[in-house]
């Protein structure tokens, strides 16, 4: 490949050094490549026009044909302002200019007719545009065919007319200069299956659009290639794993059959069942195991990691559990704790805060092999940690761990790697975890633990505060428990923190009668904890709390869960916090408490948890909101790095992307073919990038 895709940006006419400097600056653009692959973010679609009569508020920038029927003079002084009176078949609007009043008057001959561009506000019954952009209607502009693309800039770029015109220029001058030069990227086979454009072509109509469905398939044919390589990479290293890494064979069922057998507390759901049924084929196959398991809150995933862990400890071998918070990893010990000393097994917790002397007589025992499951934070990870024989890591909450953590864990065990299991309780999106996750095998518990009733949800508004305190007091009547959370957000401490006193206060006096806990982040942790038993134990009624309660407590017994300021929330907090109730027999509800006035997304979110129970679906709405950008764990993953394409958008391409990828590897696994070397040296090149990638296969 010629280097002309590294030539500096400065050396194309009409850049230079100034502006070059600007764009390096500003968009850390550096190169024709980089300029090239600046692509806009939206067209305006210069073939439309609209009548008077179908103007609306919703409206962006729009194009009208109207002729002048009359130009004055309003004001005077600073208020001044020249307003055309226009008209097409359906009706009369007003054109209105504050400045450069004198250059427009001269241009608006009353009876010719104009192109106006510009965004439509209505005052009163009349559509107005203040100064909208405007040319004389021609034979040709009326036909004409143009979708204007429109690029991100700055402030400071506008400033030095490298606006979206300027930088549109700039590709004027760029793509004609490189166009012979742009190599298909893809292989013939796979441009025919699908039915791509070719990469000429899309980078062409990519920045200069032809007609809207050339364009469409440009955008197509874009997206698809990131994804592609996207999947390849990740495909990739999931083969070479699985190749390279042997792992231990673990097929003693010893200790499972003696906790089925007389220990284990409830009957497994299949869906728990089949989750373990896959770790364990994949534990004694003689190949490592890198599995996710995703599993709704409440599907049972403790369960299913103590099972993984007596697989492991049959064998003799040992297992880690690692959370992402002290109190997750608290929340974990308790609960396995429990079932460990049923059967005997030495089970230890270790996180930033166990003491020196504890730790020692840990770092032992798990040398000597005594220690059979360690439960703990980051903690786990230090260097000093050494197993005996680990066999198993269980990794909660993976989407907080980056992936370099996850190799540290493998380096625990020199001559096997450890199997891996990867458990979350945030359902994400299959085509997030496509991504994410592309080099795990998933699986998912998707079914409840028979005799749950779906908990009900209902959204009310501060008004009906009475109403809703009279549900409280009807439910504990009932001998129930009940959760009011407070949102606490680190940026309003303060403000939040009153928000949650206020509300303690109010809900003493609508409640002498009950006890009620209350928990904070301010508080010391032995105070927490101390009231956090009180409720276990249902000594409290209520429990006032910010959202501190969101992963500590498991209370079966509490079946109300109000939450204030609920549109404050994200909807997977939302939903990890309804999942707090509903954990026993009876009839559990959420009340969604929130002000009248609500944003669109607020709203959105709100009707979401009303509507449904399912955490799958909240995930997509969820990534659909906020886009992927901003869910957990992207930022290591490269997904920030997609330039056109977008995960909570186009989830059908990247499904054919992975197809396609999956394809190619299988037929070719090594891309030795020559057809297929367009997508060979693709590879090579994106590889001498993307250090994090390599480092991990
Ligand atoms: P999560 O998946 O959110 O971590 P947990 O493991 O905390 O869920 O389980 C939630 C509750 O369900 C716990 O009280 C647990 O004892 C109970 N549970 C788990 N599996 C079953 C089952 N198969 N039948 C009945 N109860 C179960
Ligand atoms: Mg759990």
Redesign the pocket.
């Known amino acids: 490949m010629t280097g002309i895709f590294d030539t500096r940006i400065e050396y194309l006419k009409g850049v230079g050094p100034q502006k070059a400097e600007l764009l390096n600056k500003e968009l850390n653009i550096f190169t024709y490549g980089e300029m090239l692959q600046h692509y806009p973010f939206r067209y305006e679609d210069r073939t439309k026009f609209f009548k008077i009569r179908e103007l609306s508020d919703d409206l962006e920038n729009v194009q009208v044909i109207a002729r002048i029927k009359k130009v004055e003079l309003i004001g005077t002084g600073g208020k001044k302002r020249l307003v055309a009176h226009v008209f097409d078949d359906t009706g009369e609007m007003e054109m209105t200019w504050f400045k450069g009043i004198q250059w427009v008057q001269r241009k608006l001959p009353p009876g010719a007719a104009f192109i106006f561009l510009g965004k439509p506000a209505q005052f009163g019954r009349k559509w107005s545009m203040a100064h909208p952009e405007m040319e004389p209607v021609t034979s040709a502009n009326e036909q004409r065919n143009n979708f204007q693309p429109v690029y991100s800039t700055t402030e400071k770029l506008r400033a030095r007319f490298l606006d979206s015109r300027g930088i549109s220029k700039i590709q004027e001058v760029l793509v004609p200069a490189v166009y012979p030069h742009i190599p298909e990227t893809l292989s013939l086979e796979i441009l025919n299956q699908y039915q791509l454009l070719g990469k000429q072509e899309s980078i062409r109509q990519i920045h200069f659009p032809t007609a809207p469905d050339l364009l469409h398939r440009a955008r197509k044919r874009l997206k698809f290639e990131e994804f592609f390589y996207l999947q390849l990479r990740l495909l990739k290293m999931k083969v070479t794993r699985t190749e390279k890494s042997r792992g231990q064979i673990l097929s003693s069922t010893e200790l499972l059959t003696d906790f089925y057998k007389n220990h284990i507390p ?4 299949n869906a ?1 069942k089949r989750v373990i049924r896959e770790a364990y084929t994949d534990m004694k196959s003689g190949k490592q195991m890198n599995r996710l398991t995703q ?1 709704d ?7 299913v990691a103590f099972i993984c862990t007596l697989i492991a400890i049959s064998s003799g071998a040992q297992a880690c559990l690692m959370a992402p918070t002290e109190i997750l990893a608290n929340q974990h010990y308790e ?1 396995l704790k429990e079932y460990s000393e049923m059967m005997g097994i030495k089970i230890a917790l270790l996180t930033g805060s166990t003491k020196k002397s504890a730790r020692k007589v840990i770092h032992e025992e798990l040398l000597n092999g005594e220690l059979k499951i360690l439960i703990g934070t980051h903690a786990l990870l230090e260097d000093i940690v050494q197993f005996q024989n680990l066999a198993l890591a269980i990794v909660d909450e993976q989407h907080r761990f980056g992936v370099a953590q996850r190799a540290k864990l493998w380096a625990k065990n020199e001559a096997f790697i450890p199997h891996v299991l990867v458990m979350t ?1 945030t359902p994400i999106p299959r085509t997030l975890a496509m991504t994410l996750y592309g080099d795990l095998d998933v699986s998912v518990i998707d079914e409840l ?2 005799g749950r009733k779906p908990i009900q949800t209902v959204h009310r508004y501060d008004k009906d505060r009475l109403k809703v305190f009279g549900f409280i007091n009807e439910e504990v009547k009932k001998g129930r428990q009940v959760y009011i959370v407070y949102p606490l957000i680190e940026e309003s401490e303060t403000m939040d923190l009153k928000n949650l006193m206020d509300g303690y206060e109010s809900i003493s006096r609508a409640f002498p009668q009950y006890p009620l806990s209350i928990v904070h982040g301010g508080m010391k942790s032995d105070a927490k904890d101390y009231e956090m038993q009180r409720f276990i134990k249902g000594e409290t009624k209520i429990m006032v709390a910010t959202t501190v309660i969101e992963v500590g407590v ?1 209370v ?1 017994n509490a079946s109300v869960m109000i939450i204030e300021n609920a549109e404050r929330f994200g909807l997977s907090q939302l939903h990890q916090l309804r ?1 707090r109730v509903g ?1 026993g027999a009876e009839q559990s509800y959420c009340v969604l408490m929130s002000k009248y006035e609500l944003s669109k997304d607020s709203k959105v979110r709100l009707e979401t948890m009303v509507r449904t129970n399912d955490g799958f679906e909240i995930a997509d709405v969820d990534l659909r909101l906020r886009g992927p950008g901003d869910m957990m764990g992207t930022q290591q993953s490269g997904i920030t790095d997609l330039l056109i394409a977008d995960l909570s958008k186009d989830a059908p391409i990247l499904t054919l992307a992975r197809d396609a990828a999956q394809q190619l590897l299988a037929n070719d696994p090594e891309l030795s073919q020559p057809e297929n070397s367009a997508i060979l040296r693709q590879v090579k090149q994106q590889k001498a990038t993307a250090v994090n990638w390599s480092r991990i296969s």
């Open positions: 409830f009957e497994l759901t728990q599993g809150v409440g599907s049972g995933k403790t369960m609960g309780a633990p028979a498991n079966p999942g954990r």
